[in-house]
Protein backbone atom coordinates (compact mmCIF):
# COMPACT_ATOMS: atom_id res chain seq x y z
CA UNK A 1 0.00 0.00 0.00
CA UNK A 2 1.25 3.23 -0.36
CA UNK A 3 1.91 5.50 2.33
CA UNK A 4 0.86 9.11 2.29
CA UNK A 5 2.34 12.15 3.89
CA UNK A 6 0.63 15.33 4.43
CA UNK A 7 1.25 18.32 6.43
CA UNK A 8 -0.55 17.85 9.64
CA UNK A 9 -1.73 21.79 9.98
CA UNK A 10 -1.81 24.92 7.35
CA UNK A 11 -3.72 28.23 8.08
CA UNK A 12 -4.83 30.57 5.24
CA UNK A 13 -7.12 33.73 5.03
CA UNK A 14 -9.86 34.18 3.60
CA UNK A 15 -9.98 34.47 -0.66
CA UNK A 16 -6.50 33.16 -0.53
CA UNK A 17 -6.00 30.03 -2.76
CA UNK A 18 -4.65 27.32 -0.52
CA UNK A 19 -2.62 24.31 -1.91
CA UNK A 20 -2.45 21.49 0.32
CA UNK A 21 0.55 18.79 -1.29
CA UNK A 22 0.44 15.27 -0.37
CA UNK A 23 3.17 12.57 -0.83
CA UNK A 24 3.39 9.12 -1.87
CA UNK A 25 6.46 8.01 -3.22
CA UNK A 26 5.62 4.60 -3.71
CA UNK A 27 2.68 4.74 -5.18
CA UNK A 28 1.71 1.95 -7.91
CA UNK A 29 0.24 1.66 -11.60
CA UNK A 30 -2.73 0.81 -10.83
CA UNK A 31 -3.44 3.64 -7.30
CA UNK A 32 -5.47 6.21 -7.55
CA UNK A 33 -5.63 9.44 -5.74
CA UNK A 34 -8.37 10.54 -3.71
CA UNK A 35 -8.83 13.92 -1.06
CA UNK A 36 -12.10 13.50 1.69
CA UNK A 37 -12.96 17.01 3.96
CA UNK A 38 -14.30 16.17 7.29
CA UNK A 39 -16.16 19.08 9.53
CA UNK A 40 -15.83 18.39 13.54
CA UNK A 41 -18.57 16.11 14.19
CA UNK A 42 -19.34 15.24 10.85
CA UNK A 43 -18.14 12.13 8.70
CA UNK A 44 -15.84 12.30 5.37
CA UNK A 45 -17.19 14.36 2.49
CA UNK A 46 -15.60 13.65 -1.03
CA UNK A 47 -14.18 15.99 -2.43
CA UNK A 48 -12.06 15.00 -5.68
CA UNK A 49 -10.20 12.09 -7.10
CA UNK A 50 -7.60 11.97 -9.88
CA UNK A 51 -5.26 9.38 -11.71
CA UNK A 52 -2.27 11.93 -13.81
CA UNK A 53 -2.74 15.10 -14.62
CA UNK A 54 -5.61 17.14 -13.93
CA UNK A 55 -8.46 17.14 -12.49
CA UNK A 56 -10.81 19.75 -11.81
CA UNK A 57 -14.49 20.18 -10.28
CA UNK A 58 -16.58 22.91 -8.82
CA UNK A 59 -15.24 22.58 -5.79
CA UNK A 60 -11.38 21.94 -6.17
CA UNK A 61 -8.39 20.80 -8.40
CA UNK A 62 -6.06 17.98 -8.40
CA UNK A 63 -2.76 18.53 -9.76
CA UNK A 64 -1.36 15.18 -10.20
CA UNK A 65 2.83 15.45 -11.99
CA UNK A 66 3.81 12.72 -14.37
CA UNK A 67 5.81 11.04 -12.25
CA UNK A 68 2.74 10.80 -9.55
CA UNK A 69 4.68 10.50 -6.49
CA UNK A 70 2.56 13.42 -4.96
CA UNK A 71 -0.39 15.26 -5.56
CA UNK A 72 -1.89 18.62 -4.77
CA UNK A 73 -5.45 19.38 -3.63
CA UNK A 74 -6.39 23.65 -4.98
CA UNK A 75 -8.90 25.12 -3.16
CA UNK A 76 -9.62 28.25 -4.57
CA UNK A 77 -10.52 31.67 -2.70
CA UNK A 78 -10.62 29.72 0.54
CA UNK A 79 -14.23 30.81 3.14
CA UNK A 80 -14.41 30.30 6.64
CA UNK A 81 -16.70 27.31 6.10
CA UNK A 82 -13.37 25.66 4.33
CA UNK A 83 -11.58 25.32 7.37
CA UNK A 84 -11.79 21.03 8.26
CA UNK A 85 -9.68 18.42 8.06
CA UNK A 86 -8.54 17.15 4.21
CA UNK A 87 -6.77 13.33 3.73
CA UNK A 88 -5.26 12.22 0.56
CA UNK A 89 -5.91 8.54 0.00
CA UNK A 90 -4.08 6.43 -2.24
CA UNK A 91 -4.86 2.96 -3.03
CA UNK A 92 -6.30 0.58 -6.17
CA UNK A 93 -7.08 -2.44 -3.52
CA UNK A 94 -10.32 -0.56 -2.74
CA UNK A 95 -11.74 0.67 0.42
CA UNK A 96 -11.27 -1.97 2.47
CA UNK A 97 -7.92 -1.45 2.80
CA UNK A 98 -7.30 2.42 2.11
CA UNK A 99 -5.86 4.16 5.44
CA UNK A 100 -7.52 7.59 6.96
CA UNK A 101 -4.38 9.22 8.14
CA UNK A 102 -4.54 12.00 10.66
CA UNK A 103 -5.28 14.30 7.68
CA UNK A 104 -4.38 17.92 7.12
CA UNK A 105 -5.97 20.29 9.32
CA UNK A 106 -6.44 23.68 7.64
CA UNK A 107 -7.81 26.58 9.60
CA UNK A 108 -9.31 29.36 7.27
CA UNK A 109 -8.98 33.09 9.30
CA UNK A 110 -10.97 36.26 8.45
CA UNK B 1 -32.24 10.95 -0.46
CA UNK B 2 -31.46 10.00 3.23
CA UNK B 3 -28.62 8.46 1.95
CA UNK B 4 -26.32 6.95 5.18
CA UNK B 5 -28.16 6.89 7.73
CA UNK B 6 -26.72 6.20 11.83
CA UNK B 7 -28.96 5.38 14.98
CA UNK B 8 -28.44 6.15 17.63
CA UNK B 9 -26.52 9.84 17.12
CA UNK B 10 -25.31 9.44 21.02
CA UNK B 11 -25.12 6.57 23.62
CA UNK B 12 -23.93 5.73 26.82
CA UNK B 13 -22.72 2.35 28.30
CA UNK B 14 -21.59 0.53 31.19
CA UNK B 15 -18.60 -1.84 30.84
CA UNK B 16 -19.69 -5.19 29.71
CA UNK B 17 -22.82 -4.14 28.13
CA UNK B 18 -23.91 -5.10 24.43
CA UNK B 19 -25.53 -2.84 21.86
CA UNK B 20 -25.87 -2.24 18.61
CA UNK B 21 -25.10 -0.20 16.12
CA UNK B 22 -27.64 0.20 13.29
CA UNK B 23 -26.72 1.40 9.45
CA UNK B 24 -28.90 2.11 6.95
CA UNK B 25 -28.54 3.02 2.74
CA UNK B 26 -30.73 3.71 0.28
CA UNK B 27 -28.43 4.08 -2.74
CA UNK B 28 -28.24 0.00 -3.31
CA UNK B 29 -24.69 0.67 -2.76
CA UNK B 30 -22.90 -3.43 -2.46
CA UNK B 31 -20.27 -2.07 -0.46
CA UNK B 32 -20.38 -0.66 3.12
CA UNK B 33 -18.27 0.12 5.82
CA UNK B 34 -17.92 0.98 9.73
CA UNK B 35 -14.98 2.98 10.98
CA UNK B 36 -14.44 4.04 14.16
CA UNK B 37 -12.49 7.62 14.76
CA UNK B 38 -10.49 8.35 17.78
CA UNK B 39 -10.18 11.83 19.40
CA UNK B 40 -7.59 14.14 17.01
CA UNK B 41 -6.53 10.42 14.74
CA UNK B 42 -7.85 9.63 11.52
CA UNK B 43 -10.32 6.78 10.59
CA UNK B 44 -9.64 2.93 11.26
CA UNK B 45 -11.72 -0.08 9.39
CA UNK B 46 -13.46 -2.03 11.53
CA UNK B 47 -15.68 -4.20 9.08
CA UNK B 48 -16.85 -4.25 5.55
CA UNK B 49 -19.22 -6.03 3.32
CA UNK B 50 -19.23 -6.18 -0.27
CA UNK B 51 -22.65 -7.33 -0.45
CA UNK B 52 -25.44 -9.16 1.56
CA UNK B 53 -24.30 -12.24 3.14
CA UNK B 54 -20.54 -11.32 2.99
CA UNK B 55 -18.70 -9.70 5.59
CA UNK B 56 -14.59 -9.20 6.03
CA UNK B 57 -12.24 -7.91 8.80
CA UNK B 58 -10.58 -4.87 8.78
CA UNK B 59 -7.70 -2.84 10.71
CA UNK B 60 -9.49 -3.23 14.06
CA UNK B 61 -12.12 -5.73 14.71
CA UNK B 62 -11.89 -6.97 17.84
CA UNK B 63 -14.62 -6.47 20.09
CA UNK B 64 -16.67 -6.21 17.50
CA UNK B 65 -18.99 -8.46 15.05
CA UNK B 66 -21.59 -7.30 11.80
CA UNK B 67 -24.39 -9.51 9.72
CA UNK B 68 -25.36 -8.42 6.48
CA UNK B 69 -28.74 -10.18 5.68
CA UNK B 70 -30.17 -7.50 3.34
CA UNK B 71 -28.10 -4.58 1.11
CA UNK B 72 -29.31 -1.85 2.77
CA UNK B 73 -28.35 -2.95 6.95
CA UNK B 74 -24.87 -3.37 8.34
CA UNK B 75 -25.77 -2.98 11.80
CA UNK B 76 -22.46 -2.94 13.74
CA UNK B 77 -22.56 -5.46 17.26
CA UNK B 78 -20.27 -4.53 20.41
CA UNK B 79 -19.87 -7.49 22.56
CA UNK B 80 -18.37 -6.74 26.56
CA UNK B 81 -17.98 -2.71 26.11
CA UNK B 82 -15.23 -1.56 26.97
CA UNK B 83 -13.53 1.97 27.87
CA UNK B 84 -11.13 1.88 25.03
CA UNK B 85 -14.13 1.23 22.88
CA UNK B 86 -15.69 5.20 23.28
CA UNK B 87 -14.91 6.58 20.45
CA UNK B 88 -16.96 7.97 17.15
CA UNK B 89 -18.36 5.40 14.92
CA UNK B 90 -18.73 5.95 11.27
CA UNK B 91 -20.66 4.13 8.49
CA UNK B 92 -20.33 3.90 5.03
CA UNK B 93 -21.37 2.50 1.79
CA UNK B 94 -20.43 3.32 -2.01
CA UNK B 95 -20.95 2.27 -5.31
CA UNK B 96 -17.13 0.38 -5.80
CA UNK B 97 -14.41 -0.97 -4.12
CA UNK B 98 -11.72 0.80 -6.11
CA UNK B 99 -12.89 3.94 -7.21
CA UNK B 100 -15.08 6.41 -6.30
CA UNK B 101 -17.17 8.22 -3.48
CA UNK B 102 -17.54 6.58 -0.10
CA UNK B 103 -20.89 8.14 1.55
CA UNK B 104 -20.63 8.70 5.10
CA UNK B 105 -23.09 8.44 7.60
CA UNK B 106 -23.34 11.42 10.51
CA UNK B 107 -21.55 9.16 13.28
CA UNK B 108 -22.67 7.61 16.27
CA UNK B 109 -20.52 9.19 19.44
CA UNK B 110 -20.25 6.18 21.76
CA UNK B 111 -18.86 6.69 25.82
CA UNK B 112 -17.95 3.43 27.80
CA UNK B 113 -17.70 4.18 31.45
Known amino acids: LAKTTQPISMDSYEGQEVNITCSHN???????ITWYQQFPSQGPRFIIQGYKTKVTNEVASLFIPADRKSSTLSLPRVSLSDTAVYYCLVGAEGYSTLTFGKGTMLLVSP | NAGVTQTPKFRILKIGQSMTLQCAQDMNHNYMYWYRQDPGMGLKLIYY???????DKGEVPNGYNVSRSTTEDFPLRLELAAPSQTSVYFC????????????FGEGSRLTVL
Open chain 2, 49 to 55: SVGAGIT
Open chain 1, 26 to 32: NIATNDY
Open chain 2, 92 to 103: ASSQTLNTGELF
